[in-house]
C-alpha cells in the first residue's frame, strides 16, 4: 500500500517518483590497491572517496559511480564474473587498442551487434567481465 506524500502536499503529481539514472554499481575484488590501480591507470576512472575496503570511482557528480569493495568472508559475491557493468565510449576501436596497450585482457574483442553498435568484454584483475559499447545513435555526447 502506497504511503503518498508523507509531508502532506496538495501539488499534483508530475512525472515524479521515477528512476532517472543509475547512481551506483559496485564490484567485488580481492585487492583493494590492485584493483585501485586497474580501474584508475587501465580505466581512467577517477577517485572519489575511499574509506577501508570501500572505494568509488567515476565522475565529479553524484550519480554514474563504480564502487569497488573488498567483500567479508560472509559476503556472498565474491571476486569474478559478470558484474553487469555497461561502460559506454565515443570510439570502440581507439578504446580497444588503448585498453590493450595497458594489459587489459578482452573475453570478447569489439564486435558488431544487430543493433548496430559495437560491443566488447574486457576483465579486470580480478577477472570481473566489464562490457563497453559503442551506438551508433544514442548515448554520445
Given amino acids: 500500500m502506497p504511503i503518498g506524500d508523507p509531508m502532506g502536499s496538495n501539488e499534483p503529481l508530475l512525472e515524479k517518483g521515477r528512476l532517472t539514472r543509475v547512481w551506483m554499481t559496485t564490484v567485488p575484488v580481492s585487492n583493494m590497491d590492485d584493483a585501485l590501480e586497474f580501474y584508475m591507470e587501465a580505466l581512467g576512472l577517477e577517485l572519489r572517496r575511499r574509506e577501508g575496503d570501500w572505494a568509488e570511482l567515476g565522475p565529479n557528480e553524484p550519480l554514474g559511480k563504480v ?12 571476486p569474478g564474473g559478470p558484474t553487469g557493468i555497461v561502460f559506454s565510449c565515443d570510439s570502440m576501436y581507439d578504446l580497444h587498442r588503448e585498453l590493450v596497450d595497458e594489459g587489459v585482457v578482452f573475453k570478447m574483442k569489439p564486435e558488431k551487434q544487430p543493433w548496430g553498435g559495437l560491443l566488447a568484454i574486457f576483465l579486470d584483475e ?3 567481465e566489464l562490457m563497453v559499447m559503442e551506438h551508433p545513435d544514442r548515448y554520445r555526447k
Fill in 126 to 128: 580480478d577477472g570481473n
Fill in 67 to 78: 564502487a569497488l569493495y573488498v567483500p567479508g568472508k560472509n559476503d556472498v559475491r565474491k
